[in-house]
């Protein structure tokens, strides 16, 4: 029974002080692992952030190209009558759209949301003018019916999604 007592002295303690190192070192490699996979993450998004910016950039010229009012400047051919107008002034915020779609995998589902619906109001504004004008008119007309309806308007489809465009980036700042 001494030899027992006598065993049980020296590997006691020893087994607490296994347990208590063991312990400890799992906790400290826990804690590594944690500082390592956050490192890893920042260096993600150090490497993306760059991207994501330029995605931003990419969309904000895309909502200010798409405004009706610069797109009504910028396309204006007074060699073109009402119908056929309309018609170019669509299918340019419809290709300016296909040619910015990459840009949504670096933006929020809102924000994407908020861009393709500037570009659908756009699209609406264009063909609700061309409605109210004669369809062989110069287009003329057509600019300035546009320009009236967005001068009725609170705030353009673009201008709507710009400001959801830079709560998102006010995010990253």
Known sequence: METFLEILKYILPSLVMFAT????LRMFLESEQKKRLLELKMEGKNHTLPIRLQAFERLTMYLERISPANLVIRMQNSA???AQFQMLLAATVRN????NLSQQMYISSQTWNAVKNAKEETIKIINLASGQV???GPSK????????????????PSDQSLEILKQEIRQYY
């Open 141 to 156: 007309e057509l600019s300035a019916k546009i320009i009236e309806i967005m001068a009725e308007m609170p705030a353009t």
């Open 21 to 24: 190192v063991f312990f400890l």
């Open 134 to 136: 004669a369809p062989e």
């Open 80 to 82: 073109l009558n009402n």
């Open 96 to 99: 300016e759209f296909e040619h």
